[in-house]
């Protein structure tokens, strides 16, 4: 993946139901994470209900979220939204674009075996290294009035993180014996790829990382550059 040269845009959209300081935080905290990584990436927000408005072209957040399919909780499934958003981009040819997606609604995704998780803040995928695709939700922190947004921050970075490919170091044994959904994170403490499965842990990571420089440790600083390297 390293030696790509072209330019990268990441377009951040959410649903009528996202607040506008919410998306203008999550914009920011990608930012700054582009700049602590050293990358060279565009990063565009849109106004709540829309996408950037050079992205006319594709279903709009809330045309995408009434597509998705339901859990029997009715919640929704990332991995379906992350699909809607794959098959959008292929048809529209868009390269260079990461789509980032933010919903109101609650989300959830399906357990390797069977069932669901009782939730997740977000997910994302990558089917190449030009088209990536994240989404993230608002919903588990809209009770927390004075802390939202530093914790939608945290979780924007970490989504973003998967989406420059961080998915964990090998012989890395620090989950090992946790639930699946722990694999393919960072241990290191501040780290936004720490894994989080609730609130409390958001929070801890959300606190460690307002203490360390940048939202990535070294380690996961490498990898990306690793990855990057054409624009480190
Ligand atoms: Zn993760
Ligand atoms: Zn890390």
Request: with cysteine; proline share 3%.
């Amino acid at each position: 993946m390293s030696g790509t040269n072209i330019a990268i845009s990441v377009l951040v959209g959410g649903t009528c139901g996202v607040l506008l300081e919410e998306l203008a935080e999550i914009a920011g905290a990608i930012e700054d994470a582009v700049r602590s990584a050293n990358l060279s990436m565009d990063v565009k927000r849109g106004d709540p209900g829309s996408w950037p408005q050079e992205l006319g072209c594709i279903d709009s957040p809330d045309t995408i979220l009434s597509k998705a399919t339901r859990a029997p909780s009715r919640q929704v499934c990332a991995d379906a939204l992350l699909a809607l958003m794959c098959g959008n981009a292929r048809q529209n040819c868009l390269e260079g674009v990461y789509l980032f997606l933010t919903i109101h609604d609650d989300l959830t995704c399906r357990k390797p075996a069977e069932g669901y998780y009782s939730f997740v803040f977000g997910s994302s995928g990558f089917p190449s290294s030009r088209k990536r695709f994240a989404v993230l939700s608002t919903w588990r922190f809209r009770d927390y009035t004075d802390d939202r947004l530093r914790f939608l921050r945290t979780m924007a970075q970490h989504e973003f993180g998967h989406m420059l490919g961080l998915v964990g170091r090998e012989g890395d044994g620090a989950y090992a014996g946790k639930d699946k959904l722990y694999e393919g994170h960072c241990t290191n403490e501040g780290c936004a790829m720490k894994q989080v499965l609730s609130v409390c842990e958001v929070q801890q990571v959300a606190h460690e990382s307002a203490l360390l420089n940048g939202p990535f440790c070294d380690g996961c600083r490498q990898e990306i550059s690793k990855r990057f390297g054409a624009f480190s």
